[in-house]
């Protein structure tokens, strides 16, 4: 019997964090995100972990986003000693990622602590710190996706391609021993169809049990391409007023895509002669690893390389990593872009470049990314006259972009079409959404699919036994081949037939008979032999 209990992403879309127990008694964790959003979300960060994390062998980490890896550091600190499974680029961008968290923790607990202070309360101590999370740091292991490994007795893993962000992983576990395994697949988050830089999320035809993410399981994106000309419309219409265009992304992926996209103009010859700035420290060292992992990109990224490009450079293009270069551009008038975090407009160098430009006519503000309730960023698009930044009131007079069809998350078509690839009627749980979009997915799957499928909630404890097949005969079965006796006498006749073929290309009418299809059908019985000599 195999125990799942949901101590995170379920029910909500941060936190992330699954314990897996195998028939074997034996533990893994599968992430161990932050829960962000809110005092009383985030008051789960604190709380008892409900195992012992000294006893834990594994993490399979999916992929570097703070709500899937943020709670490593904390899990190191209260004792975890084991390996972090995941993907190299996961790796090398969790490294950036979770010391750009401790730093944040660092700076809130100081902050929370000196206003306690003049209220006479105690003092608050960060969630983690630089200390902790650079000890986490050396748990990583990065491992090679598409092969399997043996992590421990009675749990073997495989990591395949998310297509979400660069080096996200689906999980694919098999839990047991002697025969008596049983197959569990956590999609982890899945990219959307045809997304910039990286592969479509790998095809999975089998398991017994399906967890699968839900942030858009209620809703559909927007088109690419109506979003692409969106955004070159903002550029133009804030380079004829002479004034900036201000893009506030998060660091990994959304800041990739839009240097891709707007290297992709500069090719075309389609983007003005005017600065672009990258103004974050973290979207920069990203962007180097981004540069680095090559191997992981889609053919339209590969071509591009092959083209002689760098997919993420443009001619005007600026890394801004000191904060007076970052002061220097609002110094400097004139038409400009700039990316800069964080992406809500929450945090970060966004809050000094809607200072300088929100309340100029002219400028333009592009939104690209998902804004939550209470943000800046949410106001503003919502229709806010004035918002408050730091706090000054800042009237609102910059031109508003809204583009949507930017995400890393598959929408609900998307979704079903992944689902879709299941052969084996897995048992599906529809885990990391809110609410609506994981019942609205469920349903989905149930009409579409009829597969048994559950919305756990969070703390909930799900027990998956092996399943049971039931085989009904009424004839005695037939006895099984040979296969090394069945496996000769097939390549004994491929020879002889493989013969034949070539004294007919030798002899003089070949020439008319032999068509494209069929040296297309010959090269695929090729590759199929060296698939199974491999
Ligand atoms: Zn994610």
Known sequence: MIKVTCLGGAGSV???SFLIESPQGKRALVDCGLFQGGRQMESRNREDWGFDPKGLNTLFLTHAHMDHSGRIPK????????KVITSPPTA???RVMLLDSAHIQEMDAEWQTRKNKRRGKEEVKPLYTMEDAEASLKLLTP???DRIIEVEPGIRARLRNAGHILGSSILELWLGENGNTTKVVFSGDLGKHDQLILRDPHEIFDADYLFVESTYGNRMHRSFGQSKDELLEAIRYSVSKNEKIIIPAFAVERTQELLYLLGEFDREGLLPDIPVYLDSPLAIKATEIFRKNKKYYDEEARAIVDEGYDPFDLSNLKFTESTQESIAINEKSGSAIVIAGSGMCTAGRIKHHLKHNLWREGASLVIVGFQA???TGRKIVDGAKHVKVFRENVSVKAKVFTIGGFSAHADQK???EWIGHFESNPRVFVIHGEATASEALAKKIKDDFNLTVHVPKWKERLILKPREVTIESTEAPEPLPDMKEVLSN???DLESELKALKKRIKSKEAGEKIEDDD???LKYIQEELKEILS
Do not use: W
């Open 75 to 82: 899990l190191a600190k209260d004792g975890f000693k084991g």
């Open 490 to 492: 097939t390549i004994i």
């Open 92 to 94: 090398e961008l969790s």
């Open 414 to 416: 998307d979704l079903l």
């Open 373 to 375: 309730k209470g943000t």
């Open 14 to 16: 941060t936190g992330s």
């Open 519 to 521: 040296v297309d059908q």
């Open 143 to 145: 491992t090679e996706r």
